[in-house]
């Protein structure tokens, strides 16, 4: 089952070289961990989404260009579909951007 995206989850993008932590700002009501959930929202570059490094497809330092969120819930917090550990978003640049490691704290039985 799908788990839900929290600020500071570990993002990838195939065209990087390294990762980088999710920065939720779009919204301040709903939480888990004590830590705002994402959605489809968070994709300002450099504000939501940092660099990954060095850019395969430009072959210099990457500026995310995320489009838009896809694979995303059919629930929504203020108007805005949460996103999930199975959700991407593609680089206009030509990279695609996925969740590496959600930042929940999962309690094994």
Request: charged share 20%; with cysteine.
């Amino acid at each position: 089952m799908p788990q839900h995206i929290i600020d500071t989850t570990q993002l990838k993008c195939d065209k990087g070289t390294s990762p980088a932590p999710l920065t939720v700002t779009s919204q301040s009501f709903m939480s888990i961990d004590g830590k705002l959930q994402a959605t489809e929202d968070d994709k300002q570059p450099n504000i939501n989404i940092k660099s990954f490094g060095i850019c395969s497809v430009l072959r210099s330092f990457c500026t995310p260009s995320p489009v838009k969120w896809d694979n995303t819930s059919d629930f929504e917090i203020e108007g805005k579909k949460e996103l999930l550990d199975t959700s991407t978003c593609q680089c206009s640049v030509g990279g695609k951007i996925s969740i590496v490691q959600s930042a929940q704290n999962f309690v094994k039985e």
